[in-house]
């Protein structure tokens, strides 16, 4: 069993961290938070370098690697700012449908578009009165001669708005079946079809700078041939790819602690009280190593899921682990940053404050934390009757 990146793995993560170094500016993200408004130059430029749909084939304008390699960019970028970092690696969210289910077409069209940084793609699964229960959908799609007819809400849309270029939405296709999730179909949809509308949830506690949408089918037509994959297995293409997904979600968490750490580890270094460096009281010194032996868990957990993934080896008992782990370990080094750095953690300048609001968001998307205990326990249980 090997614990080493491979020396290409290593070369990937120290041009992200020169590209961090390069282009993260403090004042820039200080003002993007400010307005919440979307790092649309930043994203450009890491496009241009290949950290968008990085896991990609070539012939898609990827560069060929796997999940491995994807969350070794999630989380450098997270680990230089967790706001644009989770901008970053989420501008392609979804797009794995594409790649995994979609048509020739559908993929050829599309997946270049999104990495090199022209449109960002989304997921259209969250209603509003369902949340984390997917197995129910109020969005319909009725088949009327060769075209879907879609109706429906969908809310909390990661990337749905100005920059979005297609949704995959699951919608319910078979109104009769029995239980009801065998009956969804993924659907692609074009950001500007007549009849498509995203609007802003709001302010949001934490990832500011990232849209966040309520987007509205009202009477939306698409061609029949924009199913994504087999009808009627939606609910089952999305669980495949939640078990991808919420791996890139562990990284963003992962990093966003290691962030969080850096910047707290820095400030105790240099900071005096009492006549003495305050990395010098023992106190300080095992909440150090807590949040380190923290970090270094979840790292270790988070590796391996997507190590198990690039063996062709779908295990969602590990990948919600791996989520539910670093999300936690996110939430918990954030807290511990600023309580090392005083009042200094709590203001805005000192970065930490905005790095806890951000973390929280990796215990809530992609399946709360409790739906990653139930599918876990699953797993371990079996299926209770």
Known sequence: MEFELTKEQERIQKSVREFVKKEFKKELIEELEEKHEYPVDIWKKAAELGFIGIHFPEKYSGMGYGVMENILVAEELCRGDSSVGACMILADFASEIVLHFGSEEQKSKWLPKVAEGEVLSC???????????????????VKEGNEWVINGNKIFITNGGPLAGFYSVLCQTDQEIQPSHRGMSLILVEADRPGVSATSVGTKMGIRSMHTAEV???????????IIGEENKGFYQVLEFFDESRILIA???????????????????????????????????????DMATKIEQARLLVYKAAWNFDQGRIDPKLTSMAKMVAGRCAVEVCDEAIQLMGGYGYMLEYEVERFARDAKICELYEGTKEIQKNTIASYIIGKMK
Request: hydrophobic share 40%; glycine share 8%.
């Open 123 to 141: 997921g259209a699964f969250t209603e509003p009165d369902h949340g984390s229960d997917i197995t129910r959908m109020d969005t319909t799609a």
């Open 216 to 226: 509205v089918f009202k009477d939306v037509r698409v061609p029949a041939e924009n």
């Open 251 to 289: 990284a963003q968490g992962l990093g966003t602690a290691q962030g969080a750490f850096d910047r707290a580890l820095a400030y105790i270094k240099s900071r005096e009280q009492f006549g003495k460096k305050i990395a010098s009281f023992q106190v300080n010194q095992h909440k150090i190593a």
